[in-house]
């Protein structure tokens, strides 16, 4: 007999409960209860309950299916949906399909067509078949296509996932056997069905990683992520960049791009010298723990002695500790010859580097907050770093100067203290006696607060000096400032700030050229008016500003010393309280610095600025010279050299940007104060812009216009896809020097870069170094070739040619660069 029951209303709640008692198959106490909904439930025989219409099945665990369809078949205690079907378990593991079974018993799912198991990490997979175990969290699918929430993709033939465990393994099911290697590898182009790849894919469901053509990928014959290690592991590995295969290995694991910090080997790289030769370089890294680690970097050379690098790094809450080094026994061969025949004039002995940096940040010593840092620096000989070329992040080849210091920096608000030992070396000067400067001990303090409408600021300042070997030199300086607020002259529209400076000075000098030895202590009053008196032009999307400006200062007391120093004029130090840039030496006597001050900006429809430009030029007068400035400073003469700054800026795509769509403000009301401000917020003049075209021209010429003695000129054209710049610099009187500078970077379809430039002193003709680079970076990849050359010669170093092709694999960090040495034509 048939019963039939049927429901035709929507939205209608079945609920049923079952209970199964078997000895022979399962336990007594095995419960399952299940709340049904659909549009349409038909329960017939008492075995075969069907939902039709937005079927949704719920237990008490909290274990959900969603489905057009719903069979439950009480007899054989399954689960079959039709159409659109979801299942989430109760760990929220989320499997869709066309279609699935679901054996209740063992808590089994088989799910078939478009199969798509998103695990409660995010991590997704794309199936044709899959089978999963709800109780211990593993999945077994062919066909698979994955994408992890760390956005590396992958897929293989055959694919387990374990949950609980944090793994998921990829296999082909075949193995390779073969006579002898090449065959074997030969093969495995064949056979290996697992890939991946960091590189971000679409459309996985649809395409293969191949066919996407990812920047680069591995392939192998297994493949295993585990996810608690954050390692991945592959067999029989083949690296291809852009499917091309170019690098096997027959095992290969790496952390997965989750993993910041993981010891191990990093990439190595290879590169030839033409002064030492071939090399070979290895880097190891070491997690010593959480905030601590190593890299032990040794640099193999095929004709000279090795190098051995390494970098410690320690990282706590409040301090930070870095030691950079390295070792090197010294040359093989001295006095060699290079490739062109000339003798390389080597020293002997053993070589190395000792760089530390400790930081450390603590409260309330002197005041609330506290910086303690520590420099150790050291190189052995001055050419090591050059003629090894080597760069990490904490130093660069081509160092000149070494600064061994300890300094405390305690401050709180506007208040601040400075107590620091500093030993500077120069690593140019070959003599012990004299390349040593010592600054122990230097005390500093600065304060600064507003009072009476007034600015002030405090510091005092005491140095002990020692250089040259036995000149010494003791510095007391002591100094009050203070700058008022702005004072407008209604009547005239002038506006003026008064400035004033005490500054008590005590030397000390004992061995100085030039100098006597006695203690010397002078008091200098400082007494500074700034006038200017601006004139606005405000036409619609235009404003000009004209603005002559006078800096008359006072200074009392009298040069002390002959100054040494002869710094080039600058536009704003015209109307600077320490032209001369010494507190123990500076100008005195009565001077006025005048100028002129000009810019305009344009701005399109849309109220954005797409010109600008402005131009300064002053000067500075004087009663009477200053004997005791500097010969080759123009501040010694009564009237100074004319200087000043000419800066344009236009951006072609902003003045034809049309009008933009604005939404309606809810209030229209403005009044003349809020466009007074609109106004003053106005941003000034920015010499650097991403698109457009810029010159920036600063120059200095002798009061008689009829020599430049400094001017420098630089020229930037940059677009969506180019950016050239030239830079031009010219001095005489002060150093002599005439040079260019040329940089062109070009961007061009499909993350393609090209960049060049060249610098050339033109004082005594010569090129100083040129390169030439074409470069890929993607968002996983970068590779390119670049062609260098310097010029510059030493006893150790010959002008040399660099052609290089690097890789990098951008999870793994380091590139690795194959060496293209002899394709060089010297």
Sequence with gaps: ????????????????????????????????????????????????ITANGRAFAKDRHGKEIFADKIIYNKLKSTIKTYGNSVYIDKYKNKITSNTFNYDIINKKIEANNNVIYQDKNGNKFYFSNFIFYENSEKGFGVNMKGQLNDSSSLESSFAEIDNKNGFIKLSNNESVQKENFLKKIFSLFKKNKNT???CEISNKEIKNIDTLCPDWSISSTNTEHNSNKKMIYHKNAIVKIRNIPVFYTPYFSHPDPTVKRKSGFLTPSTKNFKNLGRTFKIPYFYEIDENTDITFTPIIYTDENSIFLAEFRKQNKNSSLVLDTSYSEGYK???????????????????NHFFVNYINNFENNFFRFN???????RISQKNYLNVNQINTNYLKQDISNLNNSVILNSYDGSQRLKISANIYENL?????????YYKIPQVEYNNFFRKLNQSISLSSLFSANNFNGDSKQLIQNNKISTSSAQKIIDAAGIGNEFITSINNVNVYNENISLLKDNVNSDSYFTLALDSYLPFYRLIENSEEILKPRVFTKYTTGKMSEKSTTGEILSYNQIYSLNRNNSETNPEVGTSLGYGVEYEKIKNNINNKSYYKNNFYIGQVLRKSELEKMADTSSLKQKASNIVGDINFWFDKNLYEEKKEEIKEKVNNKTDHNNEKNKISQKKKFLPDHNTGFSLNYNYNLNNNLNKILNQNLSALYSNKNNKFQVTYSETHDIGNYQGIRFKYERNFENNVNLLTGLTRNLENNYSESNYIELNYESDCLKFGISLSKKFYNNDDIKADNNLNLFVMLKPFGQPFAPDLTNLIND
């Design 196 to 198: 991946y790849t960091t």
């Design 333 to 351: 061969k001295l006095n060699k010859k290079d490739s062109s025949g000339e003798t390389l004039n080597r020293t002997s002995g053993s070589r």
């Design 371 to 377: 910086e303690l840092d520590i420099n150790i620096q």
């Design 1 to 48: 007999m048939k019963y039939k029951f049927k429901i035709n209303k929507k939205l209608i709640i079945f609920y049923f409960f079952f209970i199964f008692f078997s000895t022979n198959s399962y336990s007594d106490n095995y419960t399952s209860i299940f709340e049904l909904e659909a549009d349409n439930i038909q329960y017939e025989n008492k075995e075969i």
């Design 428 to 436: 140019s000067n070959d003599e012990p006696n004299t390349k040593y």
